[in-house]
């Protein structure tokens, strides 16, 4: 899938390059990440679950819940562009909203089972989206992106994140 440069921010191309090279629609890349997301952590020994691989890098837990957060702010700018809502969506600092969990504390089981309950609601979000949805564009943390750069971005930020954990975390 191809979407035209006028539809996000080039900042957003370091995420997107996981999944724009498909052909797959928005819903198969987000199923798709999912559950290699979750075959990859489900059975993950305890010790590596507070893993960190640095000084002052998050822990294993602590990425989890960063993919969780960003989803969730992710799915409300959606939401509001798909809704031709023009308000332009605030930024957040990823860094202080993991410095104010506690993730580390915890079940893993249970972060994984909140992205997955939390990706399942965002697939039926963007099951109910339009054409005309979709190609809607909105201005969040001072950039432009479509509805639809954002459905695959959900896909390409959580496939980012997983080649981080299989580079650095195991």
């Avoid at 724009?20 to 198969?28: A, G, H, Q, V, Y």
């Avoid at 960003?70 to 909203?97: H, M, W």
Wanted: hydrophobic share 35%.
């Amino acid at each position: 899938m191809m979407i035209p440069k006028n539809e996000y921010d080039s900042y957003f191309d370091q995420y997107l390059q996981f999944v724009l090279n498909k052909n797959t629609s928005i819903i198969d890349n987000l199923e798709s990440s999912q559950k290699q997301f979750q075959l990859l952590l489900r059975n993950l020994p305890e010790e590596k679950q507070h893993f960190s691989y640095g000084e002052g890098k998050w822990t294993l837990k602590e990425l989890i819940q960063h993919i969780i957060d960003t989803e969730r702010i992710f799915s409300y700018r959606a939401l509001c562009f798909a809704r031709n809502d023009k308000t332009v969506q605030p930024g957040f600092d990823q860094d202080t909203f993991v410095n104010n969990t506690k993730s580390n504390d915890r079940d893993f089981n249970d972060l994984l089972n909140e992205l997955a309950l939390l990706r399942k609601g965002t697939i039926m979000l963007f099951k109910s989206f339009t054409d005309e949805d979709l190609l809607r564009v909105g201005v969040a943390s001072e950039k432009k992106i479509s509805v639809r750069a954002l459905g695959y971005l959900f896909s390409g930020h959580q496939m980012h994140h997983l080649n981080v954990i299989q580079e650095r975390y195991l």
